[in-house]
């Protein structure tokens, strides 16, 4: 999953495989309190390791901590802080969005 495709987002959660394969994996609503891992795949072949994720609401939805494992993905831990809604963002090496959730 990690190659080809437009740039996505996976969680650990468990959510169903959906139909497009080039669709979000996410596992949505969290629960508040929920720590939960998501994936950033840069797809197209494009290297992600200088790619972050960042929230829009952090107090609803927190990234606590990048991981940047190999050129295929990147690992953020996240927490589910309160109720309400958050925008993530991924985030190329330059600064630039590249895909919202």
């Given at each position: 999953?990690?190659?080809?495709?437009?740039?996505?987002?996976?969680?650990?959660?468990?959510?169903?495989?959906?139909?497009?394969?080039?669709?979000?994996?996410?596992?949505?609503?969290?629960?508040?309190?929920?720590?939960?891992?998501?994936?950033?795949?840069?797809?197209?072949?494009?290297?992600?390791?200088?790619?972050?994720?960042?929230?829009?609401q952090p107090s609803v939805f927190a990234i606590d901590k990048l991981s940047k494992s190999d050129d295929t993905h990147i690992g953020a831990d996240c927490s589910a802080l309160s109720p309400g809604q958050a925008t993530l963002r991924m985030l190329d090496a330059g600064g630039s969005e590249r895909h919202s959730a």
């Open positions: 999953m990690a190659c080809g495709g437009p740039p996505r987002l996976e969680d650990d959660e468990g959510a169903p495989t959906p139909k497009d394969s080039n669709a979000d994996k996410l596992s949505l609503p969290y629960a508040t309190g929920t720590k939960v891992r998501i994936k950033l795949y840069a797809g197209g072949g494009a290297a992600s390791s200088d790619w972050s994720l960042v929230s829009d």
